[in-house]
């Protein structure tokens, strides 16, 4: 079946340090998306990438979908305290299912 | 998200109980899930359900069952708990892809 593989699993940072969070799939997705989780929370949504190459922005964070939409990265410009918690990818079939990756917990040190 | 709710939050049994999770949602979508999530092993799918006469294994349903009394009511059974049931478990709905998540319910099974 599908796998999505997510790296690195811990990434500990000095508050302002840039975090990048990777992920690969063993199949072409149709979409991937982005999830964070908050310590004690449930993941919240944070966006999805469905066109090959795509690359979207919210503020400090940038999100990339490869050009063989098997692959995906996060990555976090000026870290901030508030940015702690566990960032994970989904990749997304046809069918509605999301496949997710292991997950990255990102600690940010002050 | 409150306007998925999971019951109870917390929960300790022992072996060999039959135990049920549920989960009620007023966000009005089709789609209900059932994840496990475990440290290092991110979100796996248990269940899901397209519609009310839809139900789905997904990739750990052994030991696990499911019921859909309703679009808005999903719950999630462990038939004789085993101490590796002992998880984080979410549901979620979702419309599109977009997945929402309850706050989860903490298992745990001596």
């Known amino acids: 079946g599908q796998q999505v593989m997510q790296i690195p699993q811990y990434q500990h940072v000095q508050e302002g340090e840039d975090f990048t969070t990777y992920c690969n799939s063993s199949?072409?997705?149709?979409?991937i998306q982005w999830y964070k989780q908050r310590p004690g929370g449930h993941p919240v949504f944070l966006i999805q990438?469905?066109?090959?190459?795509e690359v979207k922005k919210q503020k400090r964070l940038t999100f990339q979908f490869g050009e063989a939409k098997k692959n995906s990265s996060l990555h976090i410009t000026a870290t901030q305290t508030t940015d702690v918690g566990t960032y994970f990818c989904?990749?997304?079939?046809?069918?509605?299912?999301?496949?997710f990756g292991q997950g990255t917990i990102l600690t940010v040190h002050p | 998200d409150a306007d998925v709710t999971q019951t109870p939050r917390n929960r300790i049994t022992k072996t060999g109980k039959r135990i049920m999770l549920e989960c009620s949602q007023t966000?009005?979508?089709?789609?209900m899930y059932w994840y496990r999530q475990d440290p290092g092993l991110g979100l796996r799918l248990i269940y899901y359900?397209?519609?009310?006469?839809?139900?789905n294994k997904g990739e750990i349903s052994d030991g696990y069952s499911v019921s859909r009394q309703a679009q808005a009511k999903f719950s999630l059974s462990l038939e004789s708990a085993i101490p590796n049931q002992t998880a984080l478990y979410f549901c979620?709905?979702?419309?599109?892809?977009?997945?929402?998540f309850g706050a989860g319910t903490r298992l745990s099974v001596l």
């Open positions: 979620a709905t979702s419309v599109g892809n977009i997945q929402y």
């Open positions: 199949t072409t997705l149709s979409n």
């Open positions: 990438l469905v066109k090959s190459g």
């Open positions: 989904a990749g997304g079939t046809s069918y509605g299912k999301l496949t």
């Open positions: 966000k009005g979508h089709d789609r």
């Open positions: 359900s397209f519609d009310v006469k839809d139900i």
